[in-house]
C-alpha cells in the first residue's frame, strides 16, 4: 500500500478525518469523467469501453473487478502522460461551475481549520486525484496506484483502493500519525466505503443515492450530507 504524503501532519494533531473523493467531495465519478476527455483528445469516436464497463457493472460485477478492466484501457501510456493529462482535466473541471460537493468540501475545510489530519481514500488514480488532494489541503493521499515499467503504464495496478482497502488506508495513517479511530471522522457516499466508515468512531455520510449505505445509516443514526454540487 502506497501512501502519499503531500505535507506534514499538522503539529500536535489529535484527530483525523478521512474522505471518499468520487461524489463525496468531488461532484463526479473522475474516472469516467477524465475518460470521457482523454478519449475525445485521442481522437474520439463510438467510446466501445465505457459501455462495456457500464453493462458488466449492470451485472453485479465487484468494483474492484471494474477498477481493473477500467486501467486496462492506458497500458502502453507513458506515465507522465497521464500525469500531464490528469492535471488538464483536473484544472478544467474545477473550473466548472458545480464541480465540488459542497457540504462534503465544507466539512473538511472545517477539520482542516481545526488542526486535524485530512487523508483522502480514493479508488481513483494518482493523476486525477491528486491535484484535488493538493487543492483542498490534504495531508496523506491512498488511491489506485497504476504501474509501470520503465515510465510505461503496464495496464495493472498494485490494488484498487476500494473496500477492504479502504480499511487498511485507514488503520496505516493512524499509525503512521499515531491517532485514534475512535476520535477519528470517515466521509463515504457508496456501500464500498463502509470498511472505512465502520472502524472510526463519527462516520458520515454523503447523499441518498447508495441503499445499502442508506439503509445503514437510518439504522445507526448516522448523520448524512447533501450531495447537491456546487463551488
Known sequence: ???????????????????????????????????????????????????????????????????????????????????????????????????????????LGRHLADGELIVLVSGSMPALIEPAAEELGAHLLYCTELLDESGVLTGEVDRPMIGAAKREAVFDALSWAGLSAQDSHAYGDHASDLPMLDVVGHPVVVGDGDPELAAKAAALRWPVLSAAAGR
Do not use: Q
Open 1 to 107: 500500500m502506497t501512501r502519499r504524503i503531500l505535507r506534514p501532519a499538522p503539529e500536535g494533531v489529535t484527530r483525523a478525518a478521512f474522505f471518499d473523493v468520487d461524489e463525496t467531495l468531488l461532484a463526479v465519478k473522475t474516472m469516467f469523467a477524465f475518460w470521457r476527455y482523454w478519449h475525445e483528445r485521442s481522437g474520439g469516436g463510438p467510446d466501445h469501453a465505457t459501455a462495456e464497463l457500464r453493462r458488466l457493472a449492470a451485472t453485479g460485477l465487484p468494483r474492484e473487478v471494474l477498477n481493473r478492466r477500467y486501467y486496462r484501457r492506458f497500458a502502453g501510456v507513458p506515465s507522465k502522460d497521464l500525469m500531464a493529462g490528469g492535471l488538464e482535466w483536473y484544472r478544467e473541471f474545477s473550473a466548472g461551475p458545480a464541480p465540488f460537493v459542497t457540504e462534503g468540501v465544507a466539512a
